[in-house]
């Protein structure tokens, strides 16, 4: 009974601050970029709320492993941008981020992904988030 009203408080104040916990409100909020081909998908840039930062990459599945290549850029020094990564993986979701500071460009890759969606924030990993897209 507390972890479910913990998990409802907590989708009360993401809601406000504008980020989803449901993949159908995720999906129902999102734009989607383009349908995903064996060749890769391109997409962005995805800027943070204030447009200090963004992010832009290319997502392509080969075989069972879906790859995706990101770049993040920022002015140098200061605060950082932070990029976001939630998946679809194996029948649950998953989330992870990466900081970058100027411009950065990294990569990650996971079997059995169904969906990916990426945002990007500026000045903390919670600050200044810009929208969240389906990227595949």
């Given at each position: ?10 989708a ?94 990294g ?25 969240k897209?389906?990227?595949y």
């Amino acid at each position: 009974m507390r972890k479910t009203l913990a998990i409802a408080a907590l989708a009360g104040s993401m809601a406000v601050t504008g980020l989803a916990l449901s993949p159908v409100a995720a999906q129902a909020a999102t734009a989607t970029t383009a349908a995903t081909t064996s060749t890769g998908t391109s997409w962005g840039k995805f800027f943070s709320s204030d447009r200090k930062a963004y992010t832009f990459g290319k997502t392509w599945k080969s075989g069972h492993v879906v790859h995706t290549k990101w770049y993040g850029v920022d002015k140098v020094g200061g605060k950082k941008g932070w990029v976001w990564f939630e998946f679809y993986q194996n029948g649950s979701w998953h989330k992870f981020n990466r900081s970058f500071d100027g411009k950065v460009v990294g990569s990650w890759s996971g079997k059995g992904i169904k969906k990916v969606y990426t945002f990007t924030c500026w000045a903390g990993k919670f600050d200044n988030c810009g929208r969240k897209y389906r990227i595949y």
